[in-house]
């Protein structure tokens, strides 16, 4: 234990995710001994990611717009929607290539134990969202990129009983991603071929 602020300083970086106490000592220390790391460009970037990044209204990805910059390019096909659990997994597919359509973020996945239902993910804006696409843009396909977990199963297993009872395509990553684990962490090569090979839910 150190003396006052810089335990207090320790202890914030401790409750970062996959920060442990060692960590978290050495980020600390780091800034107190380097002079040249800038403080306040840090402390600055803190606050503004706060204040100017927002969910962007039609997909749920992270934006300094009210859309973001895949929702507002025209070459994509709107009538494609990928459906992931977080942002960070719009960043491992946008790697691969593979996909030009458009996204849609879930927030997570569903998650009984943590008491996480389909209503506390956007879910319902999905829905909406399917519905309200009609004519030309009416949605030719969903594939469900959920994690290769138990959760990331369960909300992909919901998803697709949902849209089949209203008659939209539903395809899912083929396997091969590791199982248990995150999207994010799958390699391009294996992420890619996952999604070329993607299947048709009956
Ligand atoms: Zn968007």
Not at 124 to 148: F, H, K, S, Y
Request: charged residues 25%; aromatic residues 4%; glycine residues 8%.
């Amino acid at each position: 234990m150190y003396d006052g602020i810089v335990q207090d300083l320790i202890d914030e970086f401790g409750r970062l995710p996959g920060i442990g106490p060692k960590s978290a000592q050495r980020i600390a220390f780091h800034i107190l001994q380097t002079q040249s790391f800038d403080v306040s460009h840090l402390a600055t970037l803190l606050t503004e990611v706060r204040e100017r990044v927002r969910f962007c209204e039609v997909c749920g990805n992270i934006t300094e717009q009210t859309r973001c910059s895949i929702c507002s390019d025209p070459r994509r096909d709107a009538t494609l929607i990928c459906v992931v659990e977080e942002p960070k997994d719009v960043v491992a597919i946008e790697r691969t290539r593979q996909f030009r359509g458009l996204y849609h973020v879930l927030g997570g996945a569903i998650s009984p134990i943590d008491g996480i239902g389909p209503d506390d993910l956007s879910i319902p804006a999905l829905m909406r969202r399917i519905g309200e696409a009609t004519g030309e843009e009416q949605i030719r396909e969903v594939i469900i990129a959920t994690d290769p977990n138990l959760e990331g199963e369960a909300t992909a297993a919901y998803l697709s009983r949902l849209l089949t009872s209203i008659e939209v395509p539903v395809s899912r990553l083929a396997s091969g991603l590791p199982v248990g684990g995150d999207l994010e962490f799958a390699d391009e090569v294996t992420l890619g071929r996952a999604f070329e090979g993607r299947r048709v839910v009956e």
